[in-house]
């Protein structure tokens, strides 16, 4: 009797329900065999998603990757066959970007730190803005630099590409703002002035809506944020309110701005009087970084892995605006804030003022936050000198990485989600791979402190900056 019962033990089926990282679920309840398997599961919801191209999907049960057949996991996990297992599938990028793991060029130039480093949203350009109060453009091709900028009196603080890539604007710790032609290197205008202390923050509105790019934001230390138009070359309009220093500013999909300020709030405003839509609350301490769901389309507009380049800007504006629509689906836009108070909320800004979940585990500051391509995932850099995941829908923790011996800056993904890179004060840069959730490759040739890393959208290359003063670039 024994050996009967349990052959109809392993013959019994899984009761599954699959839902999207939303929470929607597809096709109700499904029963299936034990050995059914992440291959299988692709096929049940390509077909049940009518997808004509087959897509490639990740399966996650209670956050951790589905790699073997249900019964498998099942036993391994010790979960009841009672029991209704949610199984999440995610869209997984349809390209692969390979890790980088060399240094092809170390090019000097500057003659102070290097505080911000940029590719252009095609990937095929690269700006970084220095101690020395120059923006440098540098010729990717040749892994030579193409134009210094000069302009600014003071440390350049931060710069941002306008997604359309036509502009540079730079910010500085005296407070003016530089418009430069990175075509000429020259500066498309007079300094814009209004800024009493020092810029903390850049960002451009979204050429899905409007194009080509006119607008961008600029957040300071003078507790303003304010709105400027390139080809007015002027402030448009100021956004007043908060209480103490503005730390980050992000201009939102849906047309909104989000400012975090030391006052320990994030204020959402509106963009064509500058109202004050809402405020979110909850931070006990300053709130040092904003990241939003939709980030990488709104930072590379039209442009993607491909490279293609575009004739008109309607063209431009009409991909960017699908991308755009494609990557948020039918969920609102999410944001992220990372403080001083060592945790991190994640909002949805246009439903409650009310945070969805807070994020804590962080044992000092959070110094940057950053989702995804895709959204699906947060990652966080902190004082702790660890880089921790997290889940981009629901705010759960997923994984810590370690591995760095100092205070970790600021991160940067790779263009298809499978590859965080960080750098910190312990003068490397890591790569760490966010299926296996371990370091994929340790890249040290930094002589001192390193202050920014970003990965080209195209995927291919990789730049960082630090007190060394010399840019590095780094290949696959």
């Not at 892995?305 to 431009?316: A, D, F, R, V």
Request: aromatic fraction near 8%; hydrophobic fraction near 35%; charge should be positive.
């Amino acid at each position: 009797m024994e050996v009967e019962r349990e052959e109809t033990e392993t013959g019994k089926s899984v009761m599954c329900v699959l839902t999207d990282p939303e929470g929607t679920t597809l096709g109700g309840t499904m029963y299936l065999p034990q050995n059914v398997g992440p291959l299988q599961l692709q096929q049940i919801v390509n077909t049940l998603l009518k997808n004509e191209e087959k897509l490639p999907y990740a399966f996650y049960i209670s956050n951790q990757e589905l790699l073997v057949p249900l019964g498998n996991y099942l036993e391994k996990n010790k979960v009841s066959m009672e029991k209704t297992l949610s199984i999440v599938y995610q869209p997984q990028a349809v390209f692969r970007i390979r890790s980088i793991n060399r240094c092809s060029a170390t090019i000097a130039g500057h003659t102070e730190a290097v505080l911000s480093v940029a590719f252009s949203p095609d990937g095929r350009q690269l700006a970084s803005g220095s101690g020395d109060t120059t923006v440098r453009l540098w010729d990717l091709n040749t892994q030579t630099p193409m134009f210094t900028c000069t302009g600014h009196k003071n440390w350049v603080l931060c710069i941002a590409w306008s997604p359309d890539g036509k502009y540079l604007i730079s910010g500085s710790k005296s407070g003016e703002l530089i418009c430069w032609d990175p075509q000429t290197g020259k500066p498309a205008g007079n300094p814009m002035t209004g800024h009493k202390k020092w810029i903390t923050g850049i960002s451009w509105e979204p050429v899905h809506l409007n194009a080509p790019c006119r607008r961008f934001v600029s957040a300071s230390k003078d507790g303003d944020a304010r709105i400027w138009d390139v080809s007015l070359k002027k402030c448009v309009i100021c956004l007043s309110g908060h209480t103490l220093a503005v730390t980050c500013v992000k201009w939102g999909g849906d047309g909104v701005i989000y400012t975090g300020s030391q006052d320990c709030t994030i204020k959402v405003w509106e963009t064509s009087q500058g109202k004050l839509i809402r405020e979110l609350k909850g931070h006990g301490h300053w709130v040092n970084s904003l990241a939003l769901s939709t980030e990488y389309v709104l930072r590379t507009g039209a442009f993607d892995h491909t490279g293609k380049q575009y004739s008109s800007t309607e063209e431009m504006k009409k991909v960017a605006l699908e991308r755009y629509n494609k990557m948020k689906g039918n969920a609102p836009e999410r944001l992220v804030s990372g403080s001083d108070d060592f945790t991190m909320f994640l909002w949805e800004p246009a439903v409650s003022k009310h945070h969805k979940v807070r994020m804590t585990g962080h044992q000092q500051l959070v110094n940057h936050v950053y989702f995804s391509p895709d959204g699906l995932w947060v990652a966080s850099a902190s004082f702790d000198k660890s880089v921790k995941l997290w889940n981009g829908t629901t705010g759960e923790f997923v994984a810590a990485f370690r591995g760095h011996v100092g205070p970790v800056y600021q991160i940067s993904w790779s263009a298809d989600s499978r590859l965080l890179l960080s750098g910190s004060k312990d003068s490397t840069l890591k790569v760490w791979d966010i299926r296996t959730k371990k370091l994929k490759q340790d890249l040290p040739g930094h002589a001192d402190e390193v202050f920014a890393v970003d990965w080209s959208p195209d995927g291919e290359k990789v730049a960082s900056g630090g007190k060394d003063r010399v840019l590095k670039l780094w290949m696959g």
